[in-house]
């Protein structure tokens, strides 16, 4: 006989099969500029400019893009502005809009030139930024070995060290070692690099010169992504103080950018205040680049 299930008596595996409720999510408003529509399909397509931790970070930082966007593509138009566009070193054109918003920030946006006092007050602030870099000559032995192959490290390391040993007994076998171990094409010559300054090599290798003693073999390998080097500073030639004359033109560059930077972002603000702008918090926005 066909029996019924009383709902109230029902077991946790009766209740388990059923489907949970389904739960309406509030739709985001749209987004708009002065009645314009910036879709959800071309929020999509400009995330892919905007990398970030979440997925909601990049869709806010696109749609606050897309919004600046069509905030000073209004404003070219009721200037009734047009330009041509231009074509960069690498052969990149803009399109017909990007050159209509450089016409405009152009026309619109006064950057002013800093004055000397301006870039003195930074000179004096940073004077340790504005040196000439250190230069070091020196000489070293490769052993090979990826960051990844943990048996290969401990094998590299530890002939390294060896190597280490041998050469504190006899530093003139440098450049014999050199050519029977290292992987670097610089064991042709002894292992020397010639002189080479900051930039020049990994981050690693950098960090150890500034702390290696000259003209003697540096008693610890130094690991790098390329495995563990043999290191000797055969010299160290200090950078010095560059003159104010010489940076000037470096210090004004940067104080004209931040000043560009910062005349853009607030002709934004000033535009967005006079515009009617939903679906977006254009206040967070901290950027004056526009693509």
């Known amino acids: 006989m066909a029996t019924v299930l009383n709902r109230a ?52 930082a696109a ?44 026309r619109e946006v006064v950057t002013p030139e800093p004055d000397d006092d301006s870039c003195r007050r930074i000179y004096e602030q940073r004077r340790l930024i504005f040196r000439s870099a250190d230069l070091y000559a020196v000489r070293h032995i490769l052993i090979a070995a990826a960051p990844a192959d943990s048996v290969a490290c ?49 981050p690693e290798f950098e960090s150890a010169l500034a702390e290696a003693p000259v003209g003697t073999v540096m008693r610890q390998p130094v690991e790098t992504r390329y495995g563990f080097h043999v290191i000797s500073v055969d010299q160290k030639i200090e950078g010095e103080e560059l003159p ?23 002709y934004i603000s000033m535009l967005a205040s006079r515009a009617s702008i939903t679906g977006i918090d254009l206040e967070a926005t901290t950027s004056p680049h526009v693509r």
């Open 9 to 60: 008596h029902a077991t946790p595996a009766d209740s388990a099969t059923k489907p949970a409720p389904r739960v309406r999510l509030p739709r985001p408003k749209p987004v708009t500029v002065n009645g314009v529509s910036v879709s959800r399909a071309e929020i999509g397509r400009e995330t892919q400019h905007h990398p970030a931790a979440q997925p909601s970070e990049a869709w806010l």
């Open 63 to 106: 749609a606050r893009a897309l919004v600046v966007r069509e905030l000073l593509l209004q404003e070219a138009r009721r200037l009734d502005l047009t330009a041509a566009p231009l074509t960069d070193e690498e052969g990149r054109c803009e399109t017909d809009e990007e050159a209509v918003i450089r016409e405009l920030v152009e």
């Open 154 to 202: 401990s094998e590299a390391r530890q002939q390294a060290e060896s190597l280490i040993v041998a050469l504190s007994a006899d530093p003139g076998d440098f450049s014999a070692l050199a050519l029977a171990y290292s992987a670097c094409p610089s064991k042709q010559h002894g292992g020397a690099l010639g002189q080479i300054s900051r930039g020049q090599t990994v």
């Open 244 to 266: 104010f004359e010489i940076v000037r033109a470096r210090i004004a560059s940067w104080l004209t950018e931040r000043s560009h930077d910062t005349a853009v972002r607030e």
